[in-house]
C-alpha cells in the first residue's frame, strides 16, 4: 500500500503564495506519477497538476493554473510538492494528492489539505 499526507495549506490573501507537500510512504516503487487535484465546495474534483517520479519528471498542469503553480518533486524526500503564486479567490478548496502507477490506477488519496484565499 501507498500512504500519502499532504501538508501546507492555510489562509492567504489573493495575489499571495503557498506551497504544499505530499509526503509518500509505503510500497514506493509501485508508483510511477503523482497529482494535485483540489475539490471546492460543491463542486467536482478536477486536475490541478501531475508529474511523473521517472528522471523525466514529465509535468502537466490545468489552464487554470498554468503561469501560477509549479508541481516539483523530491525524489530522496519520496516528496512532491506544488508551489502556488498569484493565488486567486477561485482557488480556494481541499487539495489532494495522489499517486498512480503506469497503467494509470490509483494507488491512494491523500486525506486533503485546505487552501482558502480571501482577504
Known amino acids: 500500500q501507498v500512504q500519502l499526507v499532504e501538508s501546507g495549506g492555510g489562509l492567504v490573501q489573493p495575489g499571495g503564495s503557498l506551497r504544499l507537500s505530499c509526503a509518500r510512504s509505503g510500497r514506493l516503487f509501485s508508483t510511477y506519477a503523482m497529482g494535485w487535484y483540489r475539490q471546492a465546495p460543491g463542486k467536482q474534483r478536477e486536475l490541478v497538476a501531475t508529474?511523473?517520479?521517472?528522471?523525466?519528471?514529465?509535468?502537466n498542469y490545468a489552464d487554470s493554473v498554468k503561469g501560477r503553480f509549479t508541481i516539483s518533486r523530491d525524489n530522496a524526500k519520496n516528496t512532491v510538492y506544488l508551489q502556488m503564486n498569484s493565488l486567486k479567490p477561485e482557488d480556494t478548496a481541499v487539495y489532494y494528492c495522489?499517486?498512480?502507477?503506469?497503467?494509470?490506477?490509483?494507488?491512494?488519496w491523500g486525506l486533503g489539505t485546505q487552501v482558502t484565499v480571501s482577504s
Open positions: 495522489n499517486a498512480v502507477t503506469s497503467y494509470g490506477t490509483i494507488l491512494a
Open positions: 508529474i511523473t517520479l521517472t528522471s523525466s519528471g514529465t509535468t
